[in-house]
């Protein structure tokens, strides 16, 4: 397997990296960053060779990744990263805009000056990252300031929830802030979320986060998404 891309700031979702198992860790992100494109094979003799991991560590990762809807194992056919399609998708998007609505709505109620800078912080770094047109870094950002929204909310249950979501949309986290339209339409609702969280309104900030999400999965169910050549950010090719 060739093409490992550079670490961005953050996983996808602002995941951490775990101590606990780092096996797991490594083979995760690889999926969720996108290094490895859906529908590739797992072969375990060639992951543990690409990522310097024993072959009972490949094993362990491949039931974790399958428990986390990451990676279907078939009877003898092996383990690939799962493809999920454009109508799964939206229904993602529409589950994820209940769920990031809810957790919005807690994190008004609890924010705190801390909480307020970091914010921010994500945003004007958002804003910049467009200014420049680094759309790329601009959805890793976009990534990073949904994963403080919801962290700051310490909702745990919806938190979990998200992240599995989140998970399965590796092949459109770097396609929605290519619709025509969409950067400055993503600052914008962006910005409106923020604003309604640091002003503490909770009914405000769950309807800008619904309205942005509901926004997206309308632009994909529209067809609207360009398609973009996996090369370009590195992906390891889907396998035979």
Do not use: C, W
């Amino acid at each position: 397997m060739t093409g490992r891309v550079p670490t961005t700031r953050s996983e996808l979702g602002g995941r951490k990296a775990s101590a606990a198992d780092p096996n797991y860790e490594k083979l995760r992100g690889a999926i969720v960053r996108g290094e490895i494109a859906p529908n590739s094979r797992l072969v375990e003799s060639d992951i543990s060779s690409f990522f310097e991991m024993s072959r009972g560590a490949v094993r362990n990762a491949l039931i974790r990744l399958e428990q986390e809807g990451l990676v279907v194992r078939e009877p003898h056919r092996g383990a690939r990263v799962r493809h999920v399609s454009d109508r799964e998708a939206i229904e993602i998007l529409q589950a994820r805009a209940v769920l990031e609505g809810l957790a919005v709505r807690v994190t008004a109620e609890r924010i705190d000056e801390v909480g307020v800078e970091r914010l921010q912080e994500g945003l004007a770094l958002h804003r910049a990252l467009l200014d420049s047109g680094d759309l790329l870094g601009a959805s890793d950002a976009n990534a990073e300031l949904h994963a403080a929204l919801i962290e700051l909310s310490g909702h745990s249950t919806a938190q979990r929830l998200i992240r599995g979501l989140n998970a399965q949309m590796v092949r459109y986290q770097y396609r929605t802030i290519l619709i025509p339209g969409r950067p400055a339409a993503s600052q914008a609702e962006h910005a409106a979320i923020v604003e309604a969280v640091v002003a503490r309104e909770p009914e405000r900030a769950e309807e800008a986060m619904r309205r942005h999400l509901f926004n997206v999965a309308e632009a994909l169910q529209h067809g609207l998404l360009p398609r973009i050549d996996s090369a370009s950010r590195g992906v390891i090719q889907a396998g035979g």
